[in-house]
Nanobody, 122 residues
Framework: QVQLVESRGGLVQAGGSLRLSCAAS????????MAWYRQAPGKERELVAD???????TYADSVKDRFTISRDSAKMTVYLQMNSLKPEDTASYYC????????????????WGQGTQVTVSS
């Protein structure tokens, strides 16, 4: 059983910063892509940023130059550093990972965290 456990989000003023973390646990032999998604009320879930096992990153245009995704593969943890936060960043943030739980083959299964609320006040 693989679990992705996110850190608590919070309430922050516009212009402020917040760091999210997400730790994977369980019988995991390797993790490929890790990502952060977010979903605001009444909107579809959208990709915020992702990072490959090799460290390559991509970002949504709306967060480029403000957010930074990173990972500690040894700890099976992904981070999202959010700076210069805006009210439109208010959403539930979800951790996502592709993990291999098989000893002798590689088969990537997708897993999601439970979500953590980030609220940015103006």
């Amino acid at each position: 059983q693989v679990q992705l456990v996110e850190s608590r989000g919070g309430l922050v003023q516009a212009g402020g910063s917040l760091r999210l973390s997400c730790a994977a646990s369980g019988t995991i032999f390797s993790i490929n892509r890790m990502a952060w998604y977010r979903q605001a009320p009444g909107k579809e879930r959208e990709l915020v940023a992702d990072i490959s096992s090799g460290g390559s990153t991509t970002y949504a245009d709306s967060v480029k130059d403000r957010f930074t995704i990173s990972r500690d593969s040894a700890k099976m943890t992904v981070y999202l550093q959010m700076n210069s936060l805006k009210p439109e960043d208010t959403a539930s943030y979800y951790c996502n990972a592709y993990a291999n739980i098989y000893r002798y083959i590689i088969k990537w299964n997708e897993y999601w965290g439970q979500g953590t609320q980030v609220t940015v006040s103006s």
